[in-house]
Structure formats: structure tokens, C-alpha cells
């Protein structure tokens, strides 16, 4: 099955999920555990934002930073610059956060609530490089338009 059709397949699974759901914290654990579980990340989460910082929210993986400040790391770059951010190499990036030392691609989407404010980024790390791409971008942005 093509990377397509896989999160086709998981996307409607995301909003059987969401559909009805109001607490924010339930439908990101439900849908860490999919995301994790179909694709087999190595760390699939959510960072929440929190008195002006993101706090660690649901996950499936080892164990991780538990506050990234505002544009530190992947995870605050993309919630100060409101945009999905695509990482082939960690080691690349500057100012990466090494939360874990086996973590070598990331990809982290930012969540959006109805008024338009990040409230929350989902941060995925793959243990190999280049595992992530504008196909992944595409997906997990209407997938986190769910959590809104």
C-alpha cells in the first residue's frame, strides 16, 4: 500500500475518532496511538501550549522533553512560525533539541483552534533519516485540523 493510501485509510479513522469528541487531550492520545501504531514512528506526540510554552502532551514512544520553549527547537520553530516543518536530518537543524539521541528525522504540524492560534504542535520522529516529505505534510495537516 503507497504512503497515500495508507494515511487515506487512516484519515478517516481520525475523524471517526474526533467526530463528537470535545476534550482536546482524549482525541490527541487516540490519535498519537493511530499515528504510532499504523506507521511505526519512533516517537509520535503532542507538544501542548501552556502559559507561553509548549508542555508535553500525548505520546507513544520513549520518554521525552517535557517543556520546549517559543521557536526552540523543531517543535517551537513550528509553532512561532505557524508551519509545518520538515526535518530529513535533525543533526542539520539548528538548535535542534536531542530528546532522544536515536531520533534522526522529525516532522512537527501545528495545531490550529477554531480561532486561528496554535494551541498545540504533533511531533514525529522517525529512527532513519529523510523519512518524512511534503506527502507526509499534506496528511498530517488535515489530520490535525481534527484535533481544532
Not at 508551519?83 to 536515536?102: L, N, Q, Y
Request: charged share 25%; hydrophobic share 45%; proline share 3%.
Amino acid at each position: 500500500m503507497t504512503k497515500e493510501k495508507k494515511y487515506e485509510a487512516l484519515l478517516a479513522q481520525v475523524e471517526s475518532l474526533c467526530e463528537g469528541e470535545k476534550d482536546a487531550i482524549a482525541k490527541m492520545a487516540n490519535v498519537a496511538a493511530l499515528l504510532h501504531q499504523e506507521f511505526g514512528f519512533w516517537w509520535t506526540g503532542f507538544y501542548r501550549v501552556v502559559d507561553g510554552e509548549l508542555i508535553l502532551g500525548p505520546f507513544q514512544g520513549p520518554l521525552a522533553c517535557m517543556h520546549i520553549g517559543y521557536g526552540r527547537g523543531v517543535c517551537g520553530t513550528a509553532w512561532k512560525e505557524r508551519r509545518t516543518v520538515v526535518v530529513p536530518d535533525v543533526e542539520e537543524f539548528p538548535g535542534h533539541i536531542a530528546c532522544s539521541s536515536e531520533s534522526r528525522s522529525e516532522i512537527v504540524v501545528p495545531v490550529f483552534d477554531g480561532g486561528n492560534n496554535v494551541v498545540a504542535v504533533l511531533d514525529i520522529d522517525s529512527r532513519e533519516l529523510g523519512t518524512f516529505d511534503e506527502v507526509d505534510a499534506r496528511w498530517l495537516e488535515r489530520a490535525a485540523g481534527f484535533l481544532a
